[in-house]
């Protein structure tokens, strides 16, 4: 059988502690000659040495593979955020087209969430490629009492509707119920036409109850009612925020992980978790590694590597039932690695 090949990025501060957790998960669940990962010292202390976050030619290098991990990027004493976020991790997802970020939220048995239920299963999906991250913009007359910053929201037809009709394809696979974001009481324009899409959208997928939300009323739904959510779908500035609540709801960052995707499968997919590089921890052996690891699962289910992703999530949540892993901090980043390895057996 051919080996899948991925690109690994470890990046900055707990990105590396837990992409090694993640690579030894995977060297067991598919033997060497399955799995051929080749790891980029992109970071930045990259940048620092180089002046770019990857090399020029580092889009066309990552093209080659089947899939890219990555673990963390940034860390804004050394590089800012702006520098490290746009020379990295955005150029990937646009490059790739990878305009489906999708993010599970629910939790795992043995983890405490902080509201009085734990009966919810949350499917986020963010749009990943335009929107409010587009980048269209600009500031003039820097310094001055007169300056003046602009940054653009790019809404495009291909870019709604594709993102839309992915979350419409995914409630259909689960549930039948989907739950489209915006604010169009009070963006007139980009959030009313998001809107109109989905309402389009929908006469396609009968079989599919749609319910349109403010973004903030989903933001107190998501926290007062959780359970009555399955698939949400925003874009990518309402995307991003919601997530993080997700995060919080399901226990924290430490089991937040996400998949940024091109559906048509004609450029790789990545696959990261999201709880950044906490850059305050770095080396010390604090990180959960749990977020990095269910990423990889989302990553053998989207190379075809099923049995695998179930053996994985199967080991990820016999670990936390027994108590390991549960609470930040209680278990160092190699002993929750060393139980989920044992119950893999």
């Known amino acids: 059988m051919t080996a899948h090949k991925i690109a690994v990025i470890p990046g900055d501060g707990i990105g590396v502690a837990v992409t090694e957790s993640a690579l030894e998960v995977a060297t067991v669940v598919l033997p060497g000659s399955r799995f051929e990962a080749t790891t980029m010292p992109w970071s930045c ?10 090399p020029e030619n580092g889009i066309e290098i990552l093209r080659g593979f089947d899939a890219i991990f990555l673990g963390a990027v940034g860390w ?13 991790l ?22 405490e969430g902080p509201l ?4 919810f299963d949350i499917l986020c999906i963010r749009e990943n490629t335009e929107g409010e991250y587009s980048g269209a913009g600009g500031r003039v007359h820097r310094g001055t009492a007169d300056e003046v910053a602009v940054e653009t929201a790019v809404f495009t037809r291909t870019g709604v509707e594709r993102i ?6 995914q409630a259909r696979q689960r549930s039948g119920r989907l739950a489209s974001v915006t604010k169009s009481n009070a963006q ?4 009313v036409f998001w809107d109109e899409v989905t309402q389009e959208l929908a006469a396609e997928y009968p079989e599919v109850n749609v ?16 359970e009555t959510l399955d698939v949400i779908v925003a874009s990518n500035l309402f995307g991003d925020i919601l997530t993080d609540l997700g995060a919080a709801i399901q226990g924290g960052l430490g089991f937040a992980a996400s998949a940024n995707i091109n559906p048509t499968g004609n450029a790789p997919s990545m696959f990261e978790p999201v709880h ?6 770095a080396d010390q052996g604090m990180a959960n590694p749990i977020a990095a690891i269910w990423s990889l699962a989302m990553m053998l289910e989207h190379l075809g590597e099923t049995e695998a992703a179930k053996q994985v999530m199967a080991a990820v949540e016999g670990t936390t039932a027994s108590g390991v892993g549960c609470v930040s901090g209680a278990q160092s980043t190699n002993e929750i690695t060393q139980a989920i390895l044992a119950a893999l057996g």
């Open 211 to 226: 319910t349109p939300y403010h973004v903030d009323a989903i933001c107190a739904r998501m926290v007062m009612a959780p």
């Open 276 to 281: 950044g590089s906490a850059p305050d921890i």
């Open 116 to 119: 009085r239920t734990s009966d």
């Open 164 to 169: 839309l009709r992915f979350g419409f394809e």
């Open 45 to 54: 202390d990259y940048y620092l040495e180089t002046g770019r976050m990857m």
């Open 188 to 191: 007139q324009y980009s959030m």
């Open 90 to 111: 955005l150029p990937i997802r646009k490059a790739f087209v990878q305009y489906a970020n999708i993010r599970p939220h629910r939790l795992l048995p043995g983890v």
């Open 76 to 88: 804004p004493a050394k590089v800012p955020d702006a520098v490290s976020l746009h020379g990295l």
